[in-house]
């Protein structure tokens, strides 16, 4: 890992987590209050320097949660916001973490909004919880992992063809 004697984020729900990236191949998080994610690409596959865990092919991906499977599908992310999604399915729970301003994403569990995470695809993650809703530790380490690996936030779409055009013109 990066630093194993690294300090953790205090989570402020589910107190000291710590996140570890192995360059792109590996990414681990971990606290007392949650259960062990990590998020492995597969060694033989060529690593995209443009993203933490350096593929968004999720044949080439494995997510394990307190050591079971979960199924990791990433968007292809390409011009909207949306494109930028990812999706987990584990215990019959649907999580998505899909940018919804520059800087952050949000993280849902079956529809339901459960808080923002911010991260440029390094071991920084920030999460801010939303107030009145149940937020179990899995959630928590569900949303550190994907914050970590893909990076939050995501520039609109007029955004986006603006600066295309600009970048064209003379």
């Not at 597969?42 to 593929?55: F, L, M, N, R, V």
């Not at 997510?63 to 949306?82: M, S």
């Not at 939303?130 to 936030?153: H, I, N, Q, R, W």
Request: glycine share 10%; net charge negative.
């Amino acid at each position: 890992m990066n630093d194993p004697d690294r300090t953790p984020v205090e989570d402020t729900r589910f107190g000291g987590i710590t996140v570890r990236q192995e360059g792109q191949a590996r990414i681990e998080v971990d606290g007392g209050g949650i259960p062990r994610v990590t998020l492995e690409r597969d060694p033989a596959a060529e690593a995209d320097p443009q993203i933490a865990i350096g593929t968004r092919d999720p044949g080439l991906l494995t997510l394990r949660i307190d050591g079971r499977e979960a199924r990791l599908t990433p968007a292809k992310a390409t011009l909207t916001r949306r494109s930028y999604r990812v999706d987990v399915e584990y215990e019959g729970a649907r999580y998505r973490l899909v940018p919804d301003s520059v800087p952050s994403s949000r993280l849902t569990r079956d529809g339901v909004h459960l808080g923002d995470f911010s991260c440029d695809g390094d071991e920084m993650v920030i999460a801010e919880w939303k107030e009145g809703v149940e937020v179990e530790p899995v959630d928590a380490s569900v949303g550190y992992a994907l914050a970590s690996a893909f990076g939050t936030g995501a520039q609109p779409l007029w955004m986006m063809l603006t600066d295309a055009i600009t970048d064209a013109l003379p």
